[in-house]
């Protein structure tokens, strides 16, 4: 199955700091995804970027959150000041609307 | 946007015993995927299945699109099997909505 690798595995940060997640690496990909699972609940969907530009955001992506492809392969996900309810289990994803998406290991972000 | 309801919400099993989960979904479809979550978190691809019938191993997955449901069959289960089992559509849109989840525990 093609890989769809993140990091870091585990991020525990204070509440107020940035923390950036990332998808490495990734080459020859258009769509993107980030998910994300707050424990016990379902996954959801945060926002989709298909070539090089944003094509969905949820209503959880609000101006906390931005996502970037900085250097052509990477795919980080920011959130800029973190909240106690940020933390979740973060997950990268690619793939179209029409064939299977492949899911990282996920982030998990534990805010304090 | 789609709705998905998953049932049954958990489920407990004896291993050996066979088990069937299902996925309502409240609109057409251009995809439709079955994970498997297991312990560590991780997503595990199980199906990629819009219509029809796929097979692999003990699973199985039907999907019936003109009547909007998907079934996900476990025979044989073991105690590996444990996890939640989500379903996950696309409609319209690239982003796949997910359902609440199974949660299934197989004992020994």
């Known amino acids: 199955e093609p890989e769809v690798t993140q990091t870091p595995s585990h991020q525990v940060t204070q509440m107020g700091q940035e923390v950036i997640l990332r998808c490495v690496p990734i080459s020859n990909h258009l769509y993107f995804y980030w998910y994300r699972q707050i424990l016990g609940q379902k996954v959801e969907f945060l926002v989709s970027f298909y070539n090089n530009e944003i094509s969905e955001k949820s209503e959880i992506f609000d101006d906390q959150f931005s996502v970037e492809r900085p250097d052509g392969s990477n795919f980080t996900l920011k959130i800029r000041s973190t909240k106690l309810e940020d933390s979740a289990m973060y997950f990268c994803a690619r793939g179209t609307s029409t064939d299977t998406q492949y899911f990282g290991p996920g982030t998990r972000l534990t805010v304090l | 946007g789609i709705q998905v309801e998953q049932s049954p919400p958990d489920l407990i099993l004896q291993e050996g015993a066979n088990s069937t989960l299902r996925c309502n979904f409240s609109?057409?479809?251009?995809?439709l995927q079955w994970f498997h979550q297991n312990p560590w978190g991780q997503l595990i691809n199980l199906f990629y299945?819009?219509?029809g019938t796929k097979q692999n191993g003990r699973l199985s997955a039907t999907t019936v699109a003109t009547e909007r449901y998907s079934l996900l069959y476990i025979s044989s289960s073991q105690t590996t099997d444990s996890g939640v089992y989500f379903c996950?559509?696309?409609?319209?849109?690239?982003?796949?909505?997910f359902g609440t989840g199974t949660r299934l525990q197989v004992t020994l």
């Open positions: 299945i819009p219509s």
């Open positions: 609109d057409s479809v251009n995809n």
């Open positions: 996950a559509v696309t409609g319209t849109a690239s982003k796949l909505t």
